[in-house]
């Protein structure tokens, strides 16, 4: 395999999280709206939360305005993290904390990647 279908692969790998999550989302928004409610976290959030899953991802697929939505996807990471996975007495919330900076580590990568590759 070429370093070109290695890029797209992961490329693909990482923005699929974000868009089938935003799917997922949009499936069982009354769900979602009451879960972002229960950490006392208003819900109108939800929608411009699920535009960035959806959007940002296809836009970094095709590395159309990129850099915009990898920073998009960053702050998503990090408020994710911030507001629902901050229990760091809870396992599974602190796996979930460290998975979303993993993501965040991964996007700034492609951003930076892409940044290099175009000057």
Request: proline share 3%.
């Amino acid at each position: 395999m070429k370093y070109r279908e290695l890029d797209f692969l992961f490329r693909l790998s990482i923005v699929a999280v974000f868009f089938f999550n935003g799917i997922s989302k949009l499936l069982n928004i009354d769900g979602v709206a009451a879960w972002m409610e229960s950490y006392d976290f208003p819900s109108f959030f939800l929608f411009p939360a699920v535009a960035i899953e959806i959007i940002a991802p296809l836009l970094i697929l095709f590395r159309i305005e990129q850099r915009f939505s990898c920073l998009s996807l960053m702050a998503f990471c990090a408020l994710s993290a911030l507001v629902f996975h901050f229990d760091f007495t809870n396992q599974v919330q602190t796996t979930a904390f460290l998975k979303n900076m993993a993501l965040m580590a991964g996007i700034y990568f492609l951003m930076v990647s892409e940044t290099r590759r175009s000057s």
